[in-house]
């Protein structure tokens, strides 16, 4: 009798142990039974638009680090530009910092395109943005310019397809070192600006390096060992990221990625503890308790060009970039 009781414990136990790893992997993974789209061309993104966008910053601005202020102000000027053919509401939002170059006050730029929604929707403004900035010195194909393009071409979109709610496109300052993780970062201005002027935010969308892919045996890594048991070993999708407070929205916009293109769409919901889980701008608008999310290729963990000068245009697959900006205008049109 003893020997059956002990029996029971132990299978209770394993029981328990098995539906708890299937209710973490549940929340981690966020698996979705809709099917994957067939789609194999985009309907509203073009990619030729992408790489002409990606070409043309990564030649006339060539070196966006921080310290060189010129050289930030002429991107930031030309974003600008652009936004302005599509949207009437286009602003600057700037601060002024001393910190980084010789102690000298420096006045640094987000560029700001606000897109009004045709139904007057009451559940916040959504945002898509991503950083301008590059690192030591590199033009950045990938890291950033590639999201820099995204936003240029939803902006050409939304102009011709006006959305149903507000959508506000942002591109930051500041993302790069030295100011990132600190409250010198152009998203945390902006999340922070948010939040005095009282403004509902629905949802938040970081781009971050969406262009690089490879259907190379073992080109993906990953942070965690075991994740390869069930994420890609080959790095041919994208991944929308986030942590345990954005789980349904990380679903939903799985589910939106799926059905719009043929390209593969893998999530995770995870501890900021996780390396990469906050690795971008998203991160500023958790602090301000606003829902946000990231979309990235997953940068150094399919790709040896990251912060190097081997970021470079012709690295870039601008076919499935489309697919992404196309799942991006989908979520917010």
Not at 320 to 331: I, L, P, R, S, T
Request: aromatic share 14%; charged share 25%.
């Amino acid at each position: 009798m003893l020997n059956w009781n002990l029996k029971e414990d132990v299978m209770t136990v394993i029981w328990m142990l098995i539906v708890f790893i299937l209710i973490v992997w549940f929340m981690i993974a966020q698996p979705t039974f809709t099917r994957q789209s067939s789609n194999r061309q985009t309907k509203h993104i073009k990619s030729e638009n992408l790489k002409e966008h990606v070409y043309t910053i990564v030649e006339k601005f060539d070196d966006r680090v921080y310290s060189n202020i010129e050289m930030l102000d002429a991107t930031a000027a030309y974003i600008h530009n652009a936004f302005s053919k599509y949207s009437d509401d286009v602003s600057y939002q700037t601060y002024e910092l001393k910190e980084f170059v010789d102690n000298e006050v420096f006045e640094y730029k987000n560029v700001i395109a606000n897109f009004k929604g045709s139904e007057g929707c009451n559940d916040g403004l959504l945002i898509v943005g991503g950083h301008y900035d590059t690192f030591g010195g590199h033009a950045g194909a990938n890291d950033n310019t590639s999201a820099v393009a995204a936003l240029l071409e939803l902006a050409r979109v939304l102009k011709e397809n006006p959305p149903k709610c507000d959508v506000q496109l942002v591109s930051y300052t500041l993302e790069e070192p030295p100011a990132f993780g600190t409250e010198k970062m152009g998203s945390f201005i902006h999340a922070q600006r948010l939040k005095e002027e009282g403004t509902k935010v629905k949802l938040a969308i970081v781009l971050d390096m969406i262009g690089f892919y490879s259907n190379e045996p073992n080109s993906q890594m990953y942070p965690v060992p075991f994740m390869d048991f069930y994420y890609p070993t080959k790095a041919n999708f994208i991944s929308i990221v986030s942590n345990f407070s954005n789980i349904l929205e990380v679903r939903e916009a799985k589910n939106v990625f799926k059905k719009s293109s043929n390209l593969p769409v893998y999530s995770i919901n995870a501890p900021a503890m996780i390396p990469g889980i906050d690795f971008s701008d998203h991160r500023n608008y958790w602090k301000f308790d606003y829902p946000a999310l990231m979309i990235s290729d997953t940068a150094f963990y399919r790709s040896s060009n990251y912060h190097t000068e081997d970021d470079r245009p012709d690295t870039l697959d601008y076919e499935k970039m489309a697919k992404v900006v196309e799942g991006v205008y989908n979520m917010i049109k």
